[in-house]
């Protein structure tokens, strides 16, 4: 299992296991199945309504706290300083943690312009050491550089759709050059056609591996952190089994031509619902 190290020396698990779209009930044993294959590190958050059902797996898998890393997010509603403190505690709470490791703002909402006084009140979370890091979802650059300009904790990473069609290039290179990790959420792209692409299908054919490992396996050689989500016990499984192989450089390159800016969710400009 590797580990990367994050700007504030934090160390968190490369590959992690993602549970959007995982009814409460449904994720104890998903979270379950995760932690005994060799996950160690979950991404929750408030919205996917199932921290209760993650904290129950938690409890139960009698690991210890510090060998694991806890995701949470603040949802957009509850943006703003006073409300995200609350919220927090909220999450906590129903996670049964006294700390997460990491607290991320779900989306900018821009057209609310309350994003700054958010992070704010996370730092504040970060300084009282109730969260051991923090971080955002989905900003683009102009988001990240008003942060880095008003704020005095630089995010450890961002967390934003990323797959072979939508590669981010130029946000990987922004985040990069401020030693911001970034975080691919839908690294399957959501299990849609991604996975039937030829080129994947081959290079998996080739390494005796799955589309899903391959993808996984792009996404680690390219320096993301990566989440993949699954109810499906084998493919908890499958998604995890990926250090026992390398791509090539001919294959990265083969991947590297597979972008094409598509995107599944928002834009994070057009996110603002609240
Ligand atoms: N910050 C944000 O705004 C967002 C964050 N996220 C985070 O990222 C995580 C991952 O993204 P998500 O959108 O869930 O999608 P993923 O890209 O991880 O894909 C999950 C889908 O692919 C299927 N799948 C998983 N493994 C395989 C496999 N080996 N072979 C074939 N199909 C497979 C799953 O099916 P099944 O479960 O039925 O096995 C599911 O339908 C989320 O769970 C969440 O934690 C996601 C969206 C937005
Ligand atoms: O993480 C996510 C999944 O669920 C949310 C609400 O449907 C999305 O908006 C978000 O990006």
């Not at 958050?45 to 690991?63: F, L, R, T």
């Not at 957009?76 to 995200?84: A, V």
């Not at 906590?92 to 909402?109: E, F, M, N, Q, S």
Request: glycine letters at 6%; aromatic letters at 8%; proline letters at 5%.
């Amino acid at each position: 299992m590797n580990n990367v190290t994050l700007n504030n020396g934090l160390e968190m698990p490369q590959l992690g296991f993602g549970v959007w779209q995982v009814p409460d009930e449904e994720a104890t044993p998903a979270v379950a199945k995760a932690l005994e294959v060799g996950y160690r590190s979950i991404d929750s958050a408030k919205v996917y309504e199932n921290e209760n059902g993650v904290g129950k797996a938690i409890a139960d898998s009698g690991i210890n706290r510090e060998d694991l890393f806890i995701t949470t997010k603040v949802w957009n509603s509850d943006q703003g300083y006073d409300n995200t403190l609350k919220a927090f505690d909220a999450s906590l709470d129903r996670l049964g943690l006294d700390y997460v490791d990491l607290y991320l703002i779900h989306w900018p909402t821009p057209e609310f312009d309350d994003y700054v006084e958010t992070y704010k009140a996370m730092e504040k979370l970060y300084h009282d050491g109730r969260v051991k890091a923090i971080g955002v979802c989905n900003f683009n650059i102009e988001h990240l550089q008003r942060l880095l300009d008003e704020c005095d904790v630089v995010p450890v990473l961002n967390q934003v759709e990323c797959h072979p069609y939508l590669q981010q290039n130029e946000l990987k290179e922004f985040c990069s050059k401020h030693n911001i990790y970034v975080e691919a959420w839908s690294p399957l792209m959501n299990g849609k056609e991604v996975l039937q692409n030829d080129v994947i299908q081959e290079m998996a054919e080739k390494h005796g591996k799955t589309p899903a490992q391959v993808i996984i396996r792009w996404h680690l050689q390219s320096d993301a952190i990566v989440i993949p989500k699954s109810v499906t016990p084998s493919r908890i499984e499958e998604n995890f089994n990926v250090f026992d192989f390398e791509l090539s450089q001919d294959d990265m390159r083969k991947i590297a031509e597979l972008d094409r800016g598509l995107r599944n969710g928002p834009e994070p400009n057009e996110m603002n619902k609240r």
